[in-house]
T-cell receptor
Framework: KAGVTQTPRYLIKTRGQQVTLSCSPI?????VSWYQQTPGQGLQFLFE???????NKGNFPGRFSGRQFSNSRSEMNVSTLELGDSALYLC????????????FGQGTRLTVV | AQKITQTQPGMFVQEKEAVTLDCTYD???????LFWYKQPSSGEMIFLIY??????QNATEGRYSLNFQKARKSANLVISASQLGDSAMYFC????????????FGTGTRLQVFP
């Protein structure tokens, strides 16, 4: 079966713009979480969604937002992009929160210029 | 606050040898889960092994085993019979409760396997 699909794989945006990243979980998975990976800060938790509800949010400014749809697909949005938002954004899915295994997508590499 | 520490930025191992990647954690919660992930240059995080805080036995998955020492708060990954394809970044992570997917990651260890 298909794995976690993140689109687009690569993105280049200009400072001040906004961006929307998409994550399609494995079929049947209802829990989706997002992470930001940068060389300086490492892997940091952004959000966690289950059944269209945000259950947890990491320590990120309000420019970072997300949502989950009824088909479990999730999007995250970053407004007013800053150079420091350049990162690999990873999405993970699991059947339900607390499963022993979460499957990650290949990520979206965002570059802000 | 929960924290994961990986003190080895890089490790080298010869093919077919075993290697141990270190991980220590800090939490005051009695219920937690520990994970190891492999991240090749493609970027995808690949699940390797899981250990629950109440599990009595060390977890094993094929060539991977987790040396869980609860009193020392350590969860080292042991890779036996290293292969060239094992060269990658390895991350230790902790889930702070059982009903969440939120993971706290360490800084990672870059493993290089040479012939």
């Amino acid at each position: 079966k298909a794995g976690v699909t993140q689109t687009p794989r690569y993105l280049i945006k200009t400072r001040g713009q906004q961006v929307t990243l998409s994550c399609s979980p494995i079929s049947g998975h209802r829990s989706v979480s997002w992470y930001q990976q940068t060389p300086g800060q490492g892997l940091q938790f952004l959000f966690e969604y289950f059944s269209e509800t945000q259950r947890n949010k990491g320590n990120f400014p309000g420019r970072f937002s997300g949502r989950q749809f009824s088909n479990s697909r999730s999007e995250m949005n970053v407004s007013t992009l800053e150079l420091g938002d350049s990162a690999l954004y990873l999405c993970a899915s699991s059947l339900e929160p607390g499963e022993t295994e979460a499957f990650f997508g290949q990520g979206t590499r965002l570059t802000v210029v | 606050a929960q924290k994961i520490t990986q003190t080895q930025p890089g490790m080298f191992v010869q093919e077919k040898e075993a290697v141990t990647l270190d991980c220590t954690y800090d939490t005051s919660d009695p219920s937690y889960g520990l994970f190891w992930y492999k991240q090749p240059s493609s970027g995808e995080m690949i699940f390797l092994i899981y250990q629950g805080s109440y599990d009595q036995q060390n977890a094993t998955e094929g060539r991977y085993s987790l040396n869980f020492q609860k009193a020392r708060k350590s969860a080292n990954l042991v890779i036996s019979a290293s292969q060239l394809g094992d060269s990658a970044m390895y991350f230790c992570a902790m889930r702070e409760a059982y009903n969440t997917d939120k993971l706290i990651f360490g800084t990672g260890t870059r493993l290089q396997v040479f012939p």
